[in-house]
């Protein structure tokens, strides 16, 4: 027999669909300053959705760049209070002529819902809220306290988080928060989320001569900035894809034996990868396996690099100025400004003769987030999960980076349990972003199931 929570869902599954559709018509993009009256308009949304699903003090709150939205429900005397996150920003869409529909016009295929934001993160996040009102409207409460906080920044490296995060302690005051942001292994297989790389990143600017130079006149007398600054990059990993920056090592541990073999443990199926990502080799680190190439190792990665002619035919030219966007991927121990001086100096002792460089780092590096395999919050998601599709989660590592999880861990003092439906192939920061139907159905069941498992657990 299915619990009224349930029927309810069930019930109402075309409005939910429809309230998808309409919070993914919003371009709510955080990097470009554009789009910020869109970013406001999303968080107006959500605290409105909030407000209807019977959530208490629904409100947008301001902060020194995009707003976040915070609500409450705190009518469980003695029992666990839970946090839930995600966030209603979005990546920027480009290249726009790669989408099959426009990101902002979210269409149906089949079991797919395309649109920028789609997985990542609106589809996820809006799932419990739709949980959280299911069990509001049929038995009048909910298992356990429940804040939710949703922001806008996410995206952006939530660079004023973390100041609003310590200005709100007793608002946002809880002994566990759930995290709507982050994916499942496969449609078939769970997975539990135990860590999550931190990162950092800086723009190199190189400046050679005064002004652009005829390179006919000039050419062979004066540094162009453009070979300087490839000569500087290069210098920067070595050819096997060990990073050649000294010191970028220093404070990084590595695995134990045991668990090696955890991770060991996830298939992985090189042929296919390979296969669906259009490569004929992989390429990294020596002596790590590709899974711990992308969630245990650190990177450093060229994001971006222009400077001189790029239109069609030739300008002989020999440019003033270069330029290139590096971010690194950070691991457990590592501090993003201890990464960013290794950088600095590496820059400052390999820069060639002939130019100046330039550095600028972001201030707002995030480090990497673990949390202990055994954490009851963890122990709780893992038989919901187990429940819900009939075999044991494994227990895997993100790649990417969520900056609010070591905000939470250090300003209130708790860990966060991501528990979310993304999958790997849904195209996320890509063109034809899309979010599965059936993962948005799944997602709202597996919150109310654990909403109700922390209500009964024996404290967090
Ligand atoms: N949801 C992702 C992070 C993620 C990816 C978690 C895959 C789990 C699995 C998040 O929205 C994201 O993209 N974060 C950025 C943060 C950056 C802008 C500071 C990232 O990782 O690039
Ligand atoms: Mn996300
Ligand atoms: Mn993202």
Redesign the pocket.
């Known amino acids: 027999m299915p619990k009224a929570w349930q029927t309810y869902l069930q019930e109402h599954k075309g409005e939910a669909l429809a309230d998808l559709l309409d919070f993914l018509r919003i371009p709510s993009i955080s990097a470009l300053p554009d789009y910020a009256a869109d970013v406001q308009r999303a968080a107006e949304w959500v605290a409105q959705r909030l407000q209807k699903a019977g959530l208490e003090k629904a409100q947008v709150m301001p902060t020194q760049g995009h707003p976040v939205v915070y609500a409450e429900w705190l009518h469980a005397p003695g029992k666990p209070t839970v946090m839930i996150y995600g966030?209603f920003d979005t990546q920027p869409v480009d290249p726009l002529d790669l989408w099959e529909h426009p990101p902002f016009e979210p269409t149906l295929e089949g079991d797919r819902i395309y649109a920028r934001g789609a997985t990542?993160?609106k589809g996820n996040m809006l799932a419990p809220i739709l949980a959280l009102e299911a069990l509001l409207k049929t038995e009048g409460r909910l298992p356990v306290n429940v804040k939710c906080f949703f922001e806008g920044q996410?995206e952006i490296g939530s660079p004023h988080l973390s100041d609003f995060i310590a200005a709100h302690q007793d608002l946002l005051a809880c002994d566990l928060v759930l995290s709507a942001?982050g994916g499942q292994f496969s449609e078939t297989q769970p997975s539990l989320t135990i860590s999550l790389r931190g990162i950092c990143s800086l723009q190199i600017d190189v400046t050679g001569p005064a002004y652009d130079l005829h390179s006919g006149t000039y050419g062979g007398t004066v540094q162009n900035p453009i070979h300087a600054l490839v000569r500087l990059l290069d210098s920067m990993r070595s050819p096997d894809g060990r990073i050649a920056v000294k010191g970028f090592y220093d404070e990084v541990v590595e695995l134990t034996p045991e668990e090696r073999a955890q991770l060991a443990a996830i298939p992985f199926d090189e042929e296919a990868y390979k296969k669906e990502l259009g490569v004929e080799a992989l390429f990294g680190e020596p002596g790590y396996t590709p899974l711990e190439r992308t969630t245990v190792r650190p990177t450093l990665e060229v994001n971006g690099i222009w400077g001189g002619f790029q239109g069609e035919g030739t300008k002989t030219v020999l440019p003033s100025q270069a330029h290139a966007k590096i971010s690194c991927r950070l691991v457990p121990r590592q501090t993003p400004s201890r990464v960013l001086e290794c950088i600095r100096q590496h820059i400052a002792q390999n820069t060639p003769p002939g130019v100046r460089v330039e550095v600028r780092t972001s201030e707002h590096g995030t480090p990497a987030y673990l949390i202990p395999a055994d954490h009851p919050g963890l122990q709780a998601a893992r038989e919901v999960l187990k429940a819900l599709y009939g075999v044991e989660p494994f227990y895997t590592r993100m790649g990417g980076s969520?900056p609010v999880c070591s905000m939470f861990l250090e300003h209130l003092g708790v860990y966060t349990v991501t528990f979310a439906f993304g999958l790997h192939d849904e195209r996320t920061h890509s063109p034809n972003e899309f979010f599965r139907l059936s993962s948005f159905k799944r997602a709202q069941e597996a919150y109310g199931r654990l909403l109700e498992r922390l209500g009964q657990g024996e404290g967090l």
């Open positions: 966030h990542d993160d996410e942001d969520v």
